[in-house]
């Protein structure tokens, strides 16, 4: 879409010629690039061990594992990867998705997913141990945050996959005319879901690498910036990747970015941290290239720590840090004051959180208070005590 934006603005056939700039999330843009650094990936967080390494490393004939090209042994659709020989035997564990047990969220490596009644059952042993009538005195503390996660961070288990389909289909009406869907299929109270399997599993992959497509970008601003009066100037594109999803991994789009500013001839900058709460939010590695002496070309490559794939959803401030300096086009990522015409903007990323003294609405959206909250928060910690006392 990108590249036939540029080209209508280029031939002047645009309605809007203003265009600035593109983000892209955990990009698919390399299937070989992406399957062999997920390789690589899944070594180095733990999931093969050493000798298994070192076994696949002599079956693929590789002196250098961060060099080996494990795709060319594989036989490979969008739904899966077959081996081929005893290279792919050792290696398609590592790259194929069909080998994670369903419990693993592939999209975020660490988000943990229990089943629903796991920690509830844990909490009714409790109650029987200390005779606690069910009166709600003693709250589950897990249920005021998210009772499937181990995440304590308020995360949504599985990104919610249940509750968007309900929000979808339980409102039906409302929603779909909110996002302007055609009367006719409102009217025939179709099922919507995230993902339609009929379609999934009978794609056929056209496009396994869109080098060519970024090369066309490029190509395109270097003509329209050749124009006499370029209605674009300093464009920019920006790639992120939570780094803990395992479906689109950053380090295969940090090559495949990497191999194509190289081949472009596009200056790197230093790769650096960038921040949120003055705790460490990501890695920036910038790069540029000079088009006409006032206009550049500027790529940032970002990383978002302790996400997976879906950004927004795993880390909302940094993401929305990391949105808002693309827009302002401050180049620096841990910066919190606009710029130019954003000069009366600031971005607010200190802490809320609720006041634990006055009544408040928690997480599970149920108003609190402090003679509410304080007898269960000690009531909690008099059981805890009691159980371990009693276990030994």
Aim: with cysteine; net charge negative; glycine share 6%.
């Amino acid at each position: 879409m990108t590249r036939n934006i540029l080209w209508s603005i280029r031939d002047q056939k645009f309605s809007n010629p203003y265009f600035q700039g593109i983000a892209i999330g955990n990009g698919y843009m390399n299937i070989a690039t992406l399957a062999n650094s997920l390789a690589l990936w899944n070594y180095y967080h733990g999931n093969i061990g050493v000798r298994q390494w070192n076994r696949a490393k002599d079956a693929c004939g590789c002196s250098d594992m961060d060099k080996c090209n494990f795709f060319s042994h594989l036989h490979y659709n969008v739904t899966d990867n077959y081996p081929t020989d005893e290279c792919s035997n050792l290696t398609t564990p590592l790259v194929g998705l069909s080998n994670v047990p369903t419990n693993i969220d592939v999209y975020n490596w660490y988000q943990d997913c229990y089943l629903v009644n796991y920690l509830t059952g844990a909490q009714n042993l409790v109650r029987k141990v200390l005779n606690v009538a069910s009166d709600n005195r003693m709250t589950q503390t897990a249920d005021l945050l998210n009772y499937d996660s181990t995440d304590n961070q308020n995360g949504y288990t599985c990104y919610n996959d249940a509750a968007l389909a309900n929000y979808f289909n339980k409102s039906h009406a409302d929603v779909m005319k909110a996002f302007h869907i055609d009367q006719a299929w409102i009217d025939s109270k179709a099922f919507w879901q995230d993902c339609n399997n009929d379609l999934y599993f009978s794609y056929i992959v056209n496009y396994t690498d869109t080098t060519p497509v970024f090369f066309d970008i490029i190509s395109t601003l270097q003509n329209i910036s050749a124009q006499q009066n370029p209605t674009i100037k300093n464009f920019r594109i920006l790639i992120y990747n939570g780094d803990v999803d395992t479906v689109c991994n950053f380090l295969g789009d940090a090559v495949l970015m990497d191999q194509i500013a190289n081949q472009k001839g596009f200056d790197a900058g230093e790769r650096i941290r960038w921040w949120f709460r003055n705790q460490i939010a990501g890695y920036h590695q910038p790069y540029s290239l000079k088009l006409q002496s006032n206009n550049m070309l500027n790529l940032d490559v970002l990383t978002v720590k302790g996400s997976g794939h879906f950004v927004p959803n795993d880390r909302p401030g940094p993401s929305m840090k990391m949105i808002t300096n693309f827009l302002w086009n401050t180049g620096n990522y841990s910066n919190i004051k606009g710029t130019g015409n954003y000069s009366n903007l600031n971005i607010d990323e200190r802490p809320q959180p609720n006041d634990l003294t006055s009544a408040t609405t928690g997480p599970t959206g149920n108003a609190g208070s402090t003679t509410e909250t304080i007898p269960k928060m000690i009531t909690l910690v008099i059981a805890v005590f009691y159980f371990a006392v009693f276990k030994h």
